[in-house]
């Protein structure tokens, strides 16, 4: 009996021991792993490439770069953790990464798995992930395609492209562009400090926000629209549902529009500081104020369900008709 229960001890021990390698192996390990598991990979510098399967296991395999001190790879329960440890070099005083020679690695988990990655230099691929992803970069681009659940996709240094997503999707970018086909889901958040937006989506319920860089959004039907830039232009397609409520501003950028001919909305634009607007919709035009550089233009299509309300310093505002 005694035998038994130091038996089942070491069994639980060794589901939790760390599969461990070291700078510039090549790793090739295997754990079982839950189909709902919880995959946090946490990993410095190089490249990755994550892939959902229909096996019930995590798989990692590659190459552990030259500067790689520990490679853990354990279980515990639900959860599976990679982690990837560097060897610190210092530079002008303080740890610095980019000069770190990186891992290339591929990492096959459970596709219902909700998977966690944080990197500070890498690329990433993550691919046919259906639990959630939450992936944040520092310097790194990120490649994402057949994603479902809650994705969040954050690089400050880098690009993002994501194809065939599906639920809630927040994505943001300071320094690089962004492009995402979103084919299904309630909510799109979307923001980039310096670079370019361009999304397709069925979301009801789209934020978007840029400071120097161009936004471009074709939509289905809408509930609510929230885009603002300072220094770039806003291009909307869209259809409205009831209710649905649509601002859009900028300080210097072009905003643009387009919405089916039998649209039922009532309009508030205004264009202040040399500003102008341009309105194919209806036969409505803007009024110029009597004293200083300004225009706006009130008006209704249909019998009015919804509001667009678009403002802008010194751009131009342009309805268009679908």
């Given at each position: 009996m005694r035998n038994m229960v130091i038996f089942k001890t070491w069994v639980s021990v060794i589901s939790m021991f760390s599969i461990m390698a070291f700078a510039g192996e090549k790793v090739d390990q295997t754990l079982d792993a839950a189909a709902d598991s919880i995959v946090q990979i946490e990993h410095t510098a190089g490249s990755a490439e994550i892939i959902g399967w229909d096996k019930e296991m995590v798989s990692v395999s590659g190459e552990l770069g030259d500067d790689t001190e520990e490679f853990i790879f354990k279980r515990n329960g639900k959860s599976i953790e990679i982690k990837?440890?560097?060897?610190?070099?210092?530079?002008?005083?303080?740890?610095?990464?980019?000069?770190?020679?990186?891992?290339?690695?591929?990492?096959?988990?459970?596709?219902?798995?909700?998977?966690?990655?944080?990197?500070?230099?890498?690329?990433?691929?993550?691919?046919?992930?259906?639990?959630?992803?939450?992936?944040?970069?520092?310097?790194?681009?990120?490649?994402?395609?057949?994603?479902?659940?809650?994705?969040?996709?954050?690089?400050?240094?880098?690009?993002?492209?994501?194809?065939?997503?599906?639920?809630?999707?927040?994505?943001?970018?300071?320094?690089?562009?962004?492009?995402?086909?979103?084919?299904?889901?309630?909510?799109?958040?979307?923001?980039?400090?310096?670079?370019?937006?361009?999304?397709?989506?069925?979301?009801?319920?789209?934020?978007?926000?840029?400071?120097?860089?161009d936004i471009e959004f074709e939509m289905a039907q809408v509930a609510s629209v929230d885009a603002q830039t300072v220094n770039g232009d806003i291009d909307l397609s869209m259809a409205l549902r009831s209710g649905a409520v649509v601002k859009a501003n900028s300080v210097g950028g072009k905003i643009t529009l387009s919405l089916p001919v039998d649209t039922a909305a009532k309009f508030d634009l205004e264009a202040h500081a040399g500003g102008s607007i341009r309105n194919t919709l209806s036969d409505d035009k803007a009024q110029e104020a009597k004293y200083g550089p300004r225009e706006w233009l009130e008006f209704t299509t249909g019998e009015p369900n919804a509001t667009v309300d678009v403002t802008t310093v010194h751009g131009r505002i342009v309805i268009a008709k679908k």
């Amino acid at each position: 009996m005694r035998n038994m229960v130091i038996f089942k001890t070491w069994v639980s021990v060794i589901s939790m021991f760390s599969i461990m390698a070291f700078a510039g192996e090549k790793v090739d390990q295997t754990l079982d792993a839950a189909a709902d598991s919880i995959v946090q990979i946490e990993h410095t510098a190089g490249s990755a490439e994550i892939i959902g399967w229909d096996k019930e296991m995590v798989s990692v395999s590659g190459e552990l770069g030259d500067d790689t001190e520990e490679f853990i790879f354990k279980r515990n329960g639900k959860s599976i953790e990679i982690k990837i440890e560097v060897k610190q070099k210092k530079s002008w005083g303080a740890w610095n990464s980019s000069d770190v020679d990186g891992d290339k690695l591929v990492i096959y988990v459970p596709k219902g798995s909700r998977v966690e990655y944080n990197t500070t230099n890498a690329d990433l691929r993550i691919d046919n992930i259906l639990g959630s992803s939450d992936i944040e970069i520092v310097n790194g681009d990120i490649q994402a395609s057949n994603l479902a659940g809650r994705i969040q996709l954050e690089s400050v240094n880098g690009e993002i492209n994501a194809k065939g997503i599906q639920g809630d999707v927040y994505a943001q970018a300071v320094n690089g562009d962004i492009k995402i086909e979103h084919v299904s889901g309630k909510l799109i958040q979307v923001g980039s400090v310096n670079g370019d937006i361009r999304v397709t989506t069925k979301a009801e319920d789209i934020a978007v926000e840029t400071v120097n860089g161009d936004i471009e959004f074709e939509m289905a039907q809408v509930a609510s629209v929230d885009a603002q830039t300072v220094n770039g232009d806003i291009d909307l397609s869209m259809a409205l549902r009831s209710g649905a409520v649509v601002k859009a501003n900028s300080v210097g950028g072009k905003i643009t529009l387009s919405l089916p001919v039998d649209t039922a909305a009532k309009f508030d634009l205004e264009a202040h500081a040399g500003g102008s607007i341009r309105n194919t919709l209806s036969d409505d035009k803007a009024q110029e104020a009597k004293y200083g550089p300004r225009e706006w233009l009130e008006f209704t299509t249909g019998e009015p369900n919804a509001t667009v309300d678009v403002t802008t310093v010194h751009g131009r505002i342009v309805i268009a008709k679908k």
